[in-house]
């Protein structure tokens, strides 16, 4: 049954169901390639259908019902022998995690989720590749936009995407890992190990190490998913509020399952006090305001509460890692009651430790504005210069645009304009380039 009226299918309401759709049919059917396939046809065929007929009452189970159609359609399409072997095993859902038709009692969306988020991430993919399947299959995310934000060329991570399912589907990887590092065949989902199910055939609780790994990975793709919906990297938005709040949402539910753990714990707070400063931003135009001229009253006190909150209890009890670092530098930042009393000096003291950690190029120039702020912008102009032969960050926007505010800083008028009109010319952000040409254009009047 749909709503009464034209209700025009939205965007944004099918890019966050999608995972939980390909979440749904993964679980149920296995065949990750396949079901992905599926679902994308699901998504056009509401694109075309749901502004005529008008929104289902359930999308996401309208979704279901009819990737679950193509799916299965695909699989009866195969020959004849291969057709009653195999598609009558895919099409039982495994014990394990057995999936009631659509419209039954299911298993939440935030589970299917969290368990395609850690089926993402699996041993067997390589890091590069875990991350950036994740980023295509929970994220949302397009191949261009996921190579933007690994700073990586489109071709090479359309590769990368297409040999990581490749693997995926080699493995016959299962469905279902739990983010404590079990996946649900030792007895931890209910059964009682007698079914074969104990663990002896290999499928029990992966090594710690495994885990971790995999833990870090899942941490690192919902960071990048958050930082792509705070600054996105192209398009006429500075920001897409949809993907950051899905980032906070997902970070909301590994932080449930591994409430002692510092790193995700720290991923959260970090998420939660930078996306604080949201509203002030941008002007209504949707021009971008940089942080130092930000009403800080617009800022989302609750938000900065909660973020403290949760970054000094993990300092507290927790191993120090890099995201409570992240997150303790973005404190300093929104308890200060103005650009004038932020202490540059503890945050330069906390990148000093954050660099000691991840010796990154976006960590070293995060830690280069806060030099300047401290020792002046000729002791971070220094430190630019190894960033220029850094093939990750050479030739970035960002570290451009840091090059010329360090350069307006300096008195170098000419220079900073020069830089600013590059980085301008370096971003597909329409929001950041207009900003970067009216800093050239102030420097020349």
Known sequence: MTTPGPAPASEDLLRRLAPQVLGA????????????????????AAARQWPEEGRPANPRGWLIRVASRRLTDQLRSEDARRRREETAVALT???????????EGRAPAEDDMLALLFLCCRAELPPAGRIALTLRAV????????????????????????????RIKASGAPFGIRPDGTDGTDGTDGTDGTDGTDGTDGTGPEPAEDHAARLADVLHVLYLIFNEGYTATSGSDLQRADLAAEAIRLTRAVHAQ???????????AL??????RRAARTTPDGDLI???????????????????????????HAPLGPYQLRAAIAAVHDEAASDEDTD?????????????????PVERLGHAVAVAMVHGPRRALALLADLDEDERLAGHHRLEAVRAHLLEMAGERAAARAAYAKAAGLTLSVPERRYLRFRAARLAE
């Not at 540059?344 to 990154?360: F, K």
């Open 258 to 268: 591994l409430p002692a753990d510092g790193e995700v714990a720290g991923l959260l």
């Open 290 to 316: 940089p942080l130092a001229e930000q009403d800080r009253t617009r800022w989302d006190r609750a938000a900065v509460t909660e973020g403290v909150a949760l970054v000094s209890d993990a300092l507290t």
């Open 344 to 360: 540059w000096t503890e945050i330069l003291a906390l990148y000093e430790v954050l660099i000691r950690l991840v010796p990154g």
């Open 271 to 276: 998420m939660l006090l930078t996306d604080a």
């Open 139 to 166: 994220g949302g995310l397009t191949t261009a936009e996921i190579a933007r934000a690994l700073l990586v060329p489109e071709a090479t991570m359309a590769q990368r995407i297409s040999r990581a399912k490749r």
């Open 93 to 103: 859902p495994r014990d394990e995690f057995v999936a009631p038709p659509p419209g």
């Open 25 to 44: 049919l993964v679980r149920r059917y296995g065949h990750f390639d396949a079901a992905e396939d599926a679902v994308q046809e699901a998504l056009l």
